[in-house]
């Protein structure tokens, strides 16, 4: 089984809808990470937890919200979907500050 | 603002050949440094990092990696290429303060 587990791995949606993408990991991280990868520009920083009652913004959080339900949990929302958000995302944990990163397997996500 | 940056989007070698894949970065204070490699349809697998210590790093799958503080580089290496070694290769930073950063990525590409 994956230690990081992104669902749903793939989602056509329509603009305007409300989408959940969902991570949960297995590996006792503290810290959890949404990126989001578009050709050429390498991953983008969307939203970071460090633990539960931690959230912060990255560099591209506008028209994103995060929850952290649990140290397990960790899900990401677009309140109302745009084509621009068409891309790959994923999820990541990490364990203090100088582990390394673990990700998912990624949410292709389209928006028409 | 902190930033990593990856100068070449795509590098050719020959099978056999040594290989480098360029990272400099501009960040505050001694920020922990590392590479990671995403084969196609598959989510990002970490490769090696840096913290403190020897300039040389060594990694998965023969890979090292070298720092140097004055250059602010970290410059991926690998003394002879295999055709499988053909990815997509990310150079990630976290400055003191916690959040991983990425560059661009840097297609390699491995010719027989």
């Known amino acids: 089984d994956a230690d990081v587990t992104q669902t749903p791995r793939n989602r056509i949606t329509k603009t305007g809808k409300r989408i959940m993408l969902e991570c949960s990991q297995t590996k006792g991280h503290d810290r959890m990470y949404w990126y989001r990868q578009d050709p050429g520009l390498g991953l983008r920083l969307i939203y970071y937890?460090?633990?539960?009652?931690?959230?912060n913004k990255g560099e591209i959080s506008d028209g994103y919200s995060v929850s952290r339900q649990a140290q397990a949990k960790f899900s990401l929302s677009l309140e109302s979907a745009i084509p621009n958000q068409t891309a790959l995302y994923f999820c990541?944990?990490?364990?203090?500050?100088?582990?390394?990163?673990?990700f998912g397997q990624g949410t292709r996500l389209t928006v028409v | 603002a902190q930033s990593v940056a990856q100068p070449e989007d795509q590098v050719k070698v020959a099978e056999g050949n040594p290989l480098t894949v360029k990272c400099t970065y501009s960040?505050?204070?001694?920020?922990?440094l590392f590479w990671y490699v995403q084969y196609p349809n598959r989510g990002l697998q970490f490769l090696l990092k840096y913290i403190t210590g020897d300039n040389l790093v060594k990694g998965s799958y023969g890979f090292e990696a070298e720092f140097n503080k004055s250059q602010t580089s970290f410059h991926l290496k690998k003394p002879s290429a295999l055709v499988s070694d053909s990815a997509l290769y990310f150079c990630?930073?976290?400055?003191?303060?916690?959040?991983?950063?990425f560059g661009q990525g840097t297609e390699l590409s491995v010719k027989p």
């Open positions: 990630a930073v976290r400055p003191q303060g916690g959040k991983l950063i």
């Open positions: 990541a944990t990490s364990l203090g500050f100088g582990g390394e990163a673990f």
């Open positions: 960040v505050s204070g001694n920020p922990y």
């Open positions: 937890s460090f633990d539960v009652k931690d959230i």
